[in-house]
Protein backbone atom coordinates (compact mmCIF):
# COMPACT_ATOMS: atom_id res chain seq x y z
CA UNK A 1 0.00 0.00 0.00
CA UNK A 2 1.22 3.41 -0.85
CA UNK A 3 1.44 5.66 1.59
CA UNK A 4 2.16 9.51 1.75
CA UNK A 5 4.02 11.00 4.47
CA UNK A 6 2.37 14.60 5.20
CA UNK A 7 4.55 17.58 5.22
CA UNK A 8 4.00 21.04 5.87
CA UNK A 9 4.06 24.28 4.20
CA UNK A 10 6.95 25.51 6.40
CA UNK A 11 9.12 22.78 5.90
CA UNK A 12 8.30 22.00 2.34
CA UNK A 13 9.30 25.85 1.69
CA UNK A 14 13.08 24.82 3.67
CA UNK A 15 13.54 21.70 1.93
CA UNK A 16 12.99 23.34 -1.50
CA UNK A 17 15.12 25.59 -0.72
CA UNK A 18 18.02 23.28 0.13
CA UNK A 19 17.37 21.59 -3.01
CA UNK A 20 19.76 18.17 -2.97
CA UNK A 21 18.83 14.50 -3.16
CA UNK A 22 17.93 14.47 0.19
CA UNK A 23 15.88 17.08 0.47
CA UNK A 24 14.02 16.26 -2.79
CA UNK A 25 13.87 12.36 -1.61
CA UNK A 26 11.86 13.85 1.79
CA UNK A 27 9.80 15.99 -0.85
CA UNK A 28 8.75 12.90 -2.69
CA UNK A 29 7.11 11.24 0.42
CA UNK A 30 4.66 13.75 0.73
CA UNK A 31 4.01 14.06 -3.35
CA UNK A 32 4.33 10.64 -4.60
CA UNK A 33 4.17 8.40 -1.26
CA UNK A 34 6.35 5.69 -0.57
CA UNK A 35 5.07 1.86 -0.62
CA UNK A 36 4.79 0.95 3.09
CA UNK A 37 6.69 -2.29 2.96
CA UNK A 38 9.64 0.08 3.24
CA UNK A 39 8.44 1.72 6.65
CA UNK A 40 9.65 1.27 9.56
CA UNK A 41 7.55 0.57 12.02
CA UNK A 42 5.90 3.43 13.89
CA UNK A 43 7.25 5.62 11.36
CA UNK A 44 6.86 9.71 11.58
CA UNK A 45 3.95 11.53 10.12
CA UNK A 46 2.96 15.09 9.82
CA UNK A 47 6.20 16.28 9.77
CA UNK A 48 7.02 20.28 10.68
CA UNK A 49 10.03 22.29 11.00
CA UNK A 50 10.69 23.84 14.54
CA UNK A 51 12.48 27.49 14.80
CA UNK A 52 16.11 25.18 15.85
CA UNK A 53 16.09 23.39 12.77
CA UNK A 54 14.47 19.91 14.32
CA UNK A 55 12.08 17.99 12.87
CA UNK A 56 8.54 17.73 14.69
CA UNK A 57 6.40 14.80 14.34
CA UNK A 58 3.14 12.65 14.86
CA UNK A 59 4.32 8.89 15.30
CA UNK A 60 2.05 6.44 13.14
CA UNK A 61 0.85 4.78 16.41
CA UNK A 62 -0.37 7.88 18.36
CA UNK A 63 -1.75 8.77 14.66
CA UNK A 64 -3.50 5.62 14.80
CA UNK A 65 -4.51 6.36 18.01
CA UNK A 66 -6.20 9.75 16.98
CA UNK A 67 -8.25 7.85 14.34
CA UNK A 68 -9.62 5.32 16.89
CA UNK A 69 -10.39 8.03 19.32
CA UNK A 70 -11.81 10.22 17.34
CA UNK A 71 -13.80 8.07 14.89
CA UNK A 72 -12.46 10.59 12.00
CA UNK A 73 -11.81 9.67 8.07
CA UNK A 74 -8.27 11.24 6.63
CA UNK A 75 -9.60 14.03 5.63
CA UNK A 76 -10.50 15.57 9.09
CA UNK A 77 -6.68 14.52 10.44
CA UNK A 78 -4.99 17.79 10.02
CA UNK A 79 -7.47 19.38 12.94
CA UNK A 80 -6.11 16.68 15.08
CA UNK A 81 -1.96 16.26 14.00
CA UNK A 82 -0.72 19.70 13.56
CA UNK A 83 -1.17 21.13 16.91
CA UNK A 84 -1.22 17.88 18.96
CA UNK A 85 0.52 18.01 22.25
CA UNK A 86 1.97 14.37 21.81
CA UNK A 87 4.12 15.32 18.71
CA UNK A 88 7.25 14.05 19.20
CA UNK A 89 11.10 15.78 17.85
CA UNK A 90 13.65 14.81 16.31
CA UNK A 91 17.32 16.09 14.21
CA UNK A 92 16.60 16.57 10.99
CA UNK A 93 19.32 14.48 9.87
CA UNK A 94 18.10 11.55 11.96
CA UNK A 95 14.04 11.82 10.25
CA UNK A 96 14.84 9.60 7.06
CA UNK A 97 16.46 6.65 9.04
CA UNK A 98 13.12 7.19 11.23
CA UNK A 99 10.75 6.73 8.56
CA UNK A 100 12.49 3.75 6.18
CA UNK A 101 14.17 1.12 6.60
CA UNK A 102 17.72 0.92 6.16
CA UNK A 103 18.59 -1.42 2.57
CA UNK A 104 15.36 1.03 1.05
CA UNK A 105 17.48 4.29 2.46
CA UNK A 106 21.05 2.98 0.95
CA UNK A 107 20.16 2.31 -2.16
CA UNK A 108 19.16 6.01 -2.31
CA UNK A 109 21.23 8.15 -0.90
CA UNK A 110 25.11 7.73 0.48
CA UNK A 111 26.56 9.02 3.88
CA UNK A 112 28.58 11.91 1.88
CA UNK A 113 25.02 12.78 0.24
CA UNK A 114 23.80 13.19 3.81
CA UNK A 115 26.18 14.97 5.29
CA UNK A 116 26.18 17.82 2.52
CA UNK A 117 22.18 18.02 3.22
CA UNK A 118 23.25 18.56 7.39
CA UNK A 119 25.96 21.25 5.78
CA UNK A 120 22.96 23.00 3.70
CA UNK A 121 21.07 22.39 7.06
CA UNK A 122 23.19 24.24 9.37
CA UNK A 123 24.24 26.90 6.96
CA UNK A 124 20.89 28.23 6.41
CA UNK A 125 21.46 30.88 8.45
CA UNK A 126 25.39 31.48 7.55
CA UNK A 127 24.90 34.77 5.59
CA UNK A 128 21.98 36.48 8.02
CA UNK A 129 22.31 39.20 10.54
CA UNK A 130 20.63 39.92 13.49
CA UNK A 131 20.49 43.75 14.25
CA UNK A 132 18.42 45.39 17.26
CA UNK A 133 17.23 48.95 16.62
CA UNK A 134 15.99 51.50 19.39
CA UNK A 135 15.23 55.08 19.36
CA UNK A 136 14.66 56.71 16.27
CA UNK A 137 16.57 54.02 14.05
CA UNK A 138 13.46 51.82 14.61
CA UNK A 139 12.16 53.53 11.95
CA UNK A 140 14.60 51.46 9.50
CA UNK A 141 12.99 48.73 10.24
CA UNK A 142 9.61 49.78 8.70
CA UNK A 143 11.27 50.61 5.24
CA UNK A 144 12.06 54.02 6.34
CA UNK A 145 15.23 53.98 4.07
CA UNK A 146 13.77 51.56 1.53
CA UNK A 147 15.78 48.32 3.02
CA UNK A 148 13.12 46.03 2.64
CA UNK A 149 11.85 44.33 -0.80
CA UNK A 150 7.77 45.63 -0.28
CA UNK A 151 7.31 42.90 -3.14
CA UNK A 152 8.94 39.75 -1.54
CA UNK A 153 8.14 40.97 2.12
CA UNK A 154 4.38 40.25 4.08
CA UNK A 155 2.39 43.24 3.39
CA UNK A 156 2.22 45.89 6.38
CA UNK A 157 0.49 48.80 6.75
CA UNK A 158 3.45 50.09 9.36
CA UNK A 159 5.92 50.15 5.97
CA UNK A 160 6.85 53.35 4.62
CA UNK A 161 6.82 53.99 1.07
CA UNK A 162 4.04 51.95 0.17
CA UNK A 163 4.04 53.56 -3.63
CA UNK A 164 7.00 51.01 -4.27
CA UNK A 165 4.97 48.14 -4.00
CA UNK A 166 3.36 46.21 -6.47
CA UNK A 167 1.25 44.08 -4.63
CA UNK A 168 -1.17 46.97 -3.86
CA UNK A 169 -0.42 49.61 -0.78
CA UNK A 170 -1.55 50.86 2.36
CA UNK A 171 -1.54 54.58 3.34
CA UNK A 172 1.71 55.83 3.90
CA UNK A 173 2.49 55.53 7.58
CA UNK A 174 3.26 59.26 9.70
CA UNK A 175 6.60 59.07 11.35
CA UNK A 176 4.62 60.11 14.41
CA UNK A 177 2.76 57.14 14.62
CA UNK A 178 6.07 55.66 15.89
CA UNK A 179 6.93 57.91 18.47
CA UNK A 180 5.43 55.43 21.13
CA UNK A 181 8.14 53.14 19.82
CA UNK A 182 10.91 55.37 19.28
CA UNK A 183 10.61 57.19 23.19
CA UNK A 184 9.86 53.91 25.01
CA UNK A 185 13.36 52.68 25.83
CA UNK A 186 11.54 49.31 26.98
CA UNK A 187 10.48 49.10 22.84
CA UNK A 188 12.95 47.74 20.06
CA UNK A 189 13.17 46.24 17.01
CA UNK A 190 14.76 42.72 15.78
CA UNK A 191 15.59 42.48 12.31
CA UNK A 192 17.06 39.40 10.39
CA UNK A 193 19.41 41.45 7.44
CA UNK A 194 20.85 39.36 4.56
CA UNK A 195 23.38 41.69 2.16
CA UNK A 196 21.98 44.64 4.00
CA UNK A 197 18.57 43.71 3.01
CA UNK A 198 15.61 43.35 6.05
CA UNK A 199 14.26 39.83 5.30
CA UNK A 200 12.30 39.93 9.09
CA UNK A 201 11.59 41.73 11.70
CA UNK A 202 10.06 41.51 15.13
CA UNK A 203 9.26 44.42 18.02
CA UNK A 204 10.01 43.33 21.57
CA UNK A 205 8.77 44.59 24.61
CA UNK A 206 10.78 44.39 27.57
CA UNK A 207 9.65 45.01 31.42
CA UNK A 208 9.17 43.78 34.74
CA UNK A 209 5.53 41.91 35.80
CA UNK A 210 3.65 44.38 37.49
CA UNK A 211 1.76 41.92 39.46
CA UNK A 212 0.92 37.45 39.77
CA UNK A 213 -0.99 36.98 36.28
CA UNK A 214 -1.48 33.01 35.63
CA UNK A 215 2.12 31.46 34.88
CA UNK A 216 3.93 35.33 34.94
CA UNK A 217 5.72 36.35 38.05
CA UNK A 218 5.44 39.61 39.81
CA UNK A 219 9.09 41.31 39.80
CA UNK A 220 10.64 38.95 36.81
CA UNK A 221 11.98 41.09 33.85
CA UNK A 222 9.66 39.61 30.42
CA UNK A 223 10.86 39.91 26.61
CA UNK A 224 7.85 39.74 24.58
CA UNK A 225 8.34 39.07 21.06
CA UNK A 226 5.44 40.33 18.91
CA UNK A 227 4.43 39.59 15.59
CA UNK A 228 7.11 38.48 13.09
CA UNK A 229 6.63 39.99 9.32
CA UNK A 230 9.34 38.46 6.62
CA UNK A 231 9.59 37.51 3.50
CA UNK A 232 8.04 34.43 2.38
CA UNK A 233 10.18 32.12 2.57
CA UNK A 234 9.92 30.66 6.06
CA UNK A 235 13.90 30.57 7.00
CA UNK A 236 13.78 34.13 7.50
CA UNK A 237 10.90 33.52 10.28
CA UNK A 238 12.90 30.59 11.65
CA UNK A 239 16.10 32.29 12.27
CA UNK A 240 14.38 35.67 13.74
CA UNK A 241 12.47 32.97 16.17
CA UNK A 242 15.85 31.11 16.86
CA UNK A 243 17.37 34.12 17.80
CA UNK A 244 14.35 35.03 19.93
CA UNK A 245 15.15 31.22 21.49
CA UNK A 246 18.38 32.11 22.81
CA UNK A 247 17.66 35.69 24.12
CA UNK A 248 14.33 33.71 25.79
CA UNK A 249 11.61 35.57 24.54
CA UNK A 250 7.78 34.51 24.63
CA UNK A 251 6.29 34.36 21.18
CA UNK A 252 2.63 33.47 20.91
CA UNK A 253 2.43 32.56 24.59
CA UNK A 254 5.83 30.13 24.11
CA UNK A 255 9.02 30.51 25.60
CA UNK A 256 11.17 30.06 22.96
CA UNK A 257 13.85 28.61 24.90
CA UNK A 258 11.75 26.13 26.84
CA UNK A 259 9.02 25.54 24.75
CA UNK A 260 7.13 26.06 27.96
CA UNK A 261 3.39 28.10 27.36
CA UNK A 262 2.80 30.55 29.05
CA UNK A 263 -0.63 30.61 30.56
CA UNK A 264 -1.73 34.42 31.71
CA UNK A 265 -0.88 37.94 30.73
CA UNK A 266 1.78 40.54 30.69
CA UNK A 267 1.55 42.99 32.71
CA UNK A 268 4.61 45.89 32.03
CA UNK A 269 5.22 48.64 32.67
CA UNK A 270 4.75 51.75 29.78
CA UNK A 271 5.15 55.17 28.21
CA UNK A 272 1.35 55.44 27.25
CA UNK A 273 0.76 59.69 26.70
CA UNK A 274 1.66 59.89 23.26
CA UNK A 275 -1.37 61.09 20.77
CA UNK A 276 -1.03 58.47 17.86
CA UNK A 277 0.31 54.95 17.95
CA UNK A 278 1.67 52.84 15.52
CA UNK A 279 0.15 49.48 14.21
CA UNK A 280 0.62 47.25 17.21
CA UNK A 281 -0.16 43.90 16.61
CA UNK A 282 -2.69 42.11 19.00
CA UNK A 283 -1.38 44.23 22.51
CA UNK A 284 -3.47 46.54 24.71
CA UNK A 285 -2.84 49.55 27.11
CA UNK A 286 -4.15 51.41 30.18
CA UNK A 287 -3.22 54.77 29.01
CA UNK A 288 -4.14 56.14 32.64
CA UNK A 289 -2.12 53.50 34.66
CA UNK A 290 1.02 53.18 31.82
CA UNK A 291 0.41 49.14 31.20
CA UNK A 292 0.67 47.37 28.55
CA UNK A 293 -0.80 43.70 28.16
CA UNK A 294 -1.22 40.92 25.45
CA UNK A 295 -4.67 40.22 26.61
CA UNK A 296 -7.32 42.78 26.89
CA UNK A 297 -9.05 43.52 30.72
CA UNK A 298 -11.37 46.17 31.83
CA UNK A 299 -9.77 49.71 31.20
CA UNK A 300 -7.18 49.01 28.18
CA UNK A 301 -7.98 50.21 24.79
CA UNK A 302 -5.87 48.04 21.77
CA UNK A 303 -2.80 49.96 20.78
CA UNK A 304 -3.35 48.96 16.90
CA UNK A 305 -3.57 52.58 15.66
CA UNK A 306 -4.52 53.96 18.81
CA UNK A 307 -5.47 57.70 18.68
CA UNK A 308 -6.19 59.65 21.98
Known amino acids: MNVKIKISNNLKNVLSHINDK ?43 KIKKDNGIVTSSLPIYTWNNRNRQKTKMVRLLRKIMKENYLNERLTNQDIELFVGKCDSIRESFEIKEYRGRDILEAFNYNGRIDLDKFGESCANFKQNLSKKGTYPEPKVKWFNFYIHNPSISVLTLEENGIIRARSVIFKGIQMEDNGDYKKGVEYSFMNSIYSEGNFKYKKCLMEEGAKRGYIHNGIDLKTNKLFNGSIIIPIRTHYKTYPPVDSLYVETKKKILSNNYSKGFKSAYKLVQ
Not at 47 to 61: A, E, G, V
Open 22 to 64: VSNLILSLNDNGIDDIFLNNNYPNYLDIDYDNSITYISNNVLE
